[in-house]
Every structure is written in structure tokens, then in C-alpha cells.
Nanobody
Framework: QVQLVESGGGLVQPGGSLRLSCAAS????????MGWYRQAPGKQRELVTT???????NSADSVKGRFTISRDNAKNTVYLQMNSLKPEDTAAYLC?????????WGQGTQVTVSS
């Protein structure tokens, strides 16, 4: 059974930083592409960033230069460091795990950027 458990969300002021974590179980973590999606109320889920098993990352233009994804295969955990947060970053952030035709998402952790 695949489980993706996110943590680290919260309320932050514009310009602030947060670090999200996602602990994965039920998969051979080091072989899977991991990533983060986000979904704001009334909007479609969108890809934020991914990192492959080899460590290559890909990010949406809206977060390039501000968000950094990393992974710790020893801890089966993927991280999202978010800096220079903007109100438009407000959303539920969902952890993603993918391997060929298998795709999983976590329940999400809420990030609210507001003064």
C-alpha cells in the first residue's frame, strides 16, 4: 500500500519561506520520480516540480528560482523548499510519486501566503 504523507504547511507572510516534507512508504523510493503538485480553490491541480530517480528536476516557470525540490533516498523523503513566497502560491500542496504507469498523490498540506 502506497502512502505519501506531507507535512510542513502553514501560514506565512509574503516573501517568507516554508519547507515541505513528504514521507513515502510502500514503494521502492529510490526508483520513483517524486514531486509536488498544488491545487488552489476553484483551480485545476498543477504541477509544481518533480525530481527523477537520477536527481534531475523540472519546475513550473512560476516557481523557478524560488522553489527547490530535493530527495533523501535513505529517509524515503522528498522536500520542497519554498522561498520568496507570494500570495498566488496559496494552495494545497500534494506530494506525487510516479513510476511508469503508476501515479500516486498524497492528501496534501495547506500553504497560505498572506499578510
Amino acid at each position: 500500500q502506497v502512502q505519501l504523507v506531507e507535512s510542513g504547511g502553514g501560514l506565512v507572510q509574503p516573501g517568507g519561506s516554508l519547507r515541505l516534507s513528504c514521507a513515502a512508504s510502500g514503494i521502492t523510493f529510490s526508483s520513483w520520480t517524486m514531486g509536488w503538485y498544488r491545487q488552489a480553490p476553484g483551480k485545476q491541480r498543477e504541477l509544481v516540480t518533480t525530481i527523477t530517480s537520477g536527481g534531475s528536476s523540472n519546475s513550473a516557470d512560476s516557481v523557478k528560482g524560488r522553489f527547490t525540490i530535493s530527495r533523501d533516498n535513505a529517509k524515503n523523503t522528498v522536500y520542497l523548499q519554498m522561498n520568496s513566497l507570494k500570495p498566488e502560491d496559496t494552495a494545497a500542496y500534494l506530494c506525487y510519486a510516479g513510476y511508469y504507469y503508476s501515479h500516486y498523490w498524497g492528501q496534501g498540506t495547506q500553504v497560505t501566503v498572506s499578510s
